[in-house]
């Protein structure tokens, strides 16, 4: 017998890299859950829940650059909708792969579970068309065009993709075999010709310029062309908040993150003042933008697209973002700008041993406590504020969820973060709110034999919602109260370290263990109900009490 059409879609993802399978079965789906079972080059990650396993997919495509996750039909496709939607948004390609009623059902128009009993079988691959950049159903007669259609797509745009695979085609021989490979996108000479003389002529004639690291350049996994060009241009750069260490933050031309008026003053102005600007892969989203408070002069800016570029009012299409960093790299010269400040971290922390934790003893110690080459997973809100200011060392990398913002997502995002990376240290710092959302999925470390750092603070609530709305004390913010302590025992994480600190002292012995530990480890960190990070307190200032992203 010749490949199927399962066979034909597993060994092209196996031939781009994918052979982690995020997911959880359903009878619809079962031809494909046994065709990854079956494969000994795959490996199925089954997830708690269809959300958590989008997520997970989320986290692992943001460190092996790609993902996948199989859910089936129905329920199963719609509990992951969310987790794919935050996939698109944030620009990770992430392949959604669903098993669905065979083709004969559906042509009976037979009345069947997990649908809406009205026969009307492609509602839920309509409902996902927004949040995706290519869908198809397989058949044994489409499915070598349409699997290069969608894998083109997906590699291509950094978005996800919808594959549906109805059970009776998965199982089909396929009808047509010819291969169909598809080009990638490619920039028109004559107008990168054009550009790169007119960005190179800016940068020489700028006695202060400014590089501006954006995520984009991280999800089309440019870091080394990026990182020639700063060395080569000795130019100074910064991130925006979504960019994080994405590049390493002990680079000597690192001065620190840009947030608008948010976070750090010196270097707000000295982004704002500068001469030239020019930003790569951007994302201008009103958190990454520190509430719309960045002031560049569109005059002093040139913009890098993925597929073009913007120098002052003039827009150029047609150029990809790595064609113009490689020309760059190749013509470029040493620009001798001075490096005007060095990013300082958080400093001390405050407070004595038996004190109360409070913000400012926690994140410091939070950033002392980072290693090289960690994987970092901070939960949307003040857990990820906190530290956008912390200085990571050589090849640590920092992720949050800063457009799409669904509270839950680091829990199960640095299960799949960790699972890419099992031989990195993988830490995440949460709030009880958003962990409450997926905590169950902890369970998952110690199934996969995965030993994080799991820092969760108990603040009584969900703080990021008291600092954005009028009445911080209304009872709509207000949480059960979990041992979240003991969540790590009643889940089967046995032999992991588990404590609740709730002094400045206790905290300092329980980063010590965890540092030293041979295990997962999970620390329960109380803190006072309103004891929120400095961005969190400028947010409530510019939300709450002046204008802001709300007007």
Same mark, same amino acid.
């Given at each position: ?51 958590? &396993? ?48 065979? *083709? ?110 954006? &995520? ?112 760059? *790299? ?190 997962? *480890? ?30």
């Amino acid at each position: 017998m010749g490949q199927t059409v399962i066979q034909h879609l597993l060994e092209r993802l196996k031939e781009i890299g994918i052979t982690d399978i995020f997911g959880v079965p359903g009878d619809y789906a079962f031809p494909v859950n046994d065709a990854f079972c079956t494969d000994s080059d795959f490996k199925w990650i089954g997830c708690c829940n269809e959300l958590n &396993a989008a997520y997970a997919a989320d986290g692992y495509a943001r460190i092996k650059g790609k993902a996948a996750v199989c859910t089936t039909y129905g329920v199963g496709e719609l509990s992951a909708i969310n987790g794919i939607a935050g996939c698109y948004a944030e620009n990770l390609p992430v392949f959604h792969i669903v098993g669905i009623p065979k *083709c004969t059902v559906q042509r009976n128009g037979n009345l069947i579970h997990h649908s809406l009993g009205n026969g009307e079988f492609d509602l839920f691959h309509k409902m996902t068309q927004p949040v995706v950049c290519a869908s198809t159903i397989l058949t044994a007669e489409n499915t070598v065009a349409e699997v290069e259609r969608c894998i083109n797509a997906a590699l291509t745009k950094k978005h996800p993709v919808y594959i549906a695979v109805p059970a009776d085609e998965a199982i089909k021989e396929l009808g047509c075999t010819k291969p169909h490979t598809l080009p990638s996108p490619v920039s028109n000479k004559d107008t990168l010709d054009t550009v790169i003389p007119l960005i190179i002529e800016r940068l020489e004639k700028a006695e202060s310029a400014i590089a501006m690291v954006g &995520a984009l350049i991280g999800r089309h996994e440019l870091h080394n062309p990026m990182l020639e060009f700063i060395d080569k241009s000795g130019i100074p750069f910064t991130s925006m908040f979504m960019a994080k260490g994405t590049l390493s933050e002990t680079h000597p031309n690192f001065i620190g993150v840009y947030n608008g008026r948010i976070l750090d003053e010196e270097v707000r102005q000295t982004v704002e003042s500068a001469d030239l600007v020019v930003s790569f892969g951007t994302i201008l989203s009103d958190i990454n933008t520190g509430a719309f408070t960045v002031n560049l002069r569109p005059n002093h800016e040139i913009k890098i697209h993925p597929d073009r570029v913007c120098i002052g009012h003039a827009v150029y299409h047609n150029v990809q973002m790595e064609d113009v960093l490689s020309e760059l *790299c190749a013509r470029i010269g040493n620009l001798s700008l001075p490096i005007p400040m060095t990013p300082q971290g958080l400093g001390e922390p405050v407070g004595e041993a038996d004190d109360e934790i409070t913000a400012e003893s926690l994140y410091p110690r939070i950033e002392r406590f980072f290693a090289a080459n960690d994987i970092i997973m901070g939960e949307t809100g003040t857990p990820s504020m906190g530290l956008v200011n912390a200085r990571l060392p050589e090849d640590a990398v920092f992720f949050n969820q800063t457009l799409w913002g669904s509270i839950g997502w680091a829990t199960p995002a640095s299960f799949g973060a960790a699972l890419a990376a099992p031989d990195r240290r993988t830490l995440l710092i949460t709030g009880e709110g958003a962990h409450q959302m997926t905590a169950h999925e902890i369970c998952q470390f110690a199934r996969f034999k995965l030993k994080p750092i799991i820092l969760c603070v108990n603040n009584d609530g969900y703080l990021i919602e008291r600092l954005l709305c009028e009445d911080p004390y209304i009872y709509y913010n207000d949480l059960a109260q979990w041992n979240y302590s003991k969540l790590p025992e009643a889940l089967g994480m046995d032999g992991w370290f588990s404590v609740k600190v709730t002094t400045n002292r206790e905290l300092d012995k329980a980063l010590q263990k965890a540092a030293a530990a041979d295990s997962g *480890c999970y620390i329960e960190v109380v803190t006072g109900m309103m004891e929120s990070p400095k961005m969190g307190r400028v947010l409530n200032e510019i939300v709450v009490k002046g204008p802001g992203w709300k007007t």
